[in-house]
């Protein structure tokens, strides 16, 4: 006999953890984007109330900041993380993981803004609602030990349509995708989800501008 290999890097259970650790980090980028949204409601500050009395719309301002809070939050998102201390090896692949790591970073910025158009919910609370989130999504991804994987695989088995919906999970298995598949194909289906999932939350924040009104400014 002689051992081989079905695909082009052997399979390790250590790329599960540093994966989820990974879409860990890159969905508490939704925190920048919650600040940076938070800012250009027109009651946050004087210079949001001469934001919101200008001549550009509520739509493009919150365009503008969710591209500056994307940026920001692309740049504080570590792959070299993955390849330095996870020692994962993508070969010729790395331009598709970095394409992986901007759209889960735009995704996890237009949340961000999604969280912080929540009416009738204090500023303060919301940053504990996006850890939350986060959390409980990386659970979903088999993050914290051998149990949270064997739950996360009960979980895909009998509720599939759970991974759909959760991003860090998502995330995950972009990477796997890229990491032993031949082709690019599951690749961009979990980055199109990712996408669609990011113009919802982008969508819902927008609406909020447009329907908010204030007594006075």
């Known amino acids: ?42 009651n946050a500050s004087a210079l949001a109330a001469r934001r919101s009395l200008g001549a550009l719309s509520h739509g493009k301002t919150a365009f503008v900041t969710l591209l500056a809070s994307w940026l920001l939050s692309f740049a504080s998102v570590l792959f070299a993380f993955l390849v330095v201390i996870g020692g994962v090896d993508f070969g ?47 659970l979903f991804a088999g993050l914290y030990g051998t149990f949270a994987m064997d739950f996360a695989d009960a979980v895909s088995q009998t509720a599939p349509w ?31 989800i990712l996408l669609v999932m990011a113009l919802i939350f982008f969508a819902l924040s927008t609406r909020s501008l447009r329907r908010k009104r204030y007594a006075s400014l």
């Open 162 to 192: 759970l991974d759909v919906i959760n991003p860090v999970v998502q995330v995950c298995q972009a990477f796997y995708a890229t990491m032993y598949y031949d082709t690019y194909a599951q690749t961009f289906g979990h980055l199109a």
């Open 1 to 42: 006999t002689v051992r081989a290999s079905v695909t082009d890097n052997t399979p390790r259970e250590s790329l599960r953890y540093y994966f989820a650790l990974f879409g860990m980090a890159a969905f508490f980028g939704a925190s920048i984007g919650l600040i940076g949204f938070q800012q250009i409601r027109a």
């Open 92 to 138: 010729d692949r790395v331009g598709i993981c970095i394409l992986i790591c901007l759209v889960a970073s735009l995704c996890a910025t237009a949340l961000g803004c999604a969280l912080a158009a929540i009416p009738k919910v204090p500023d303060q609370a919301k940053g504990g609602i996006v850890t939350g989130i986060v959390c409980v999504a990386s």
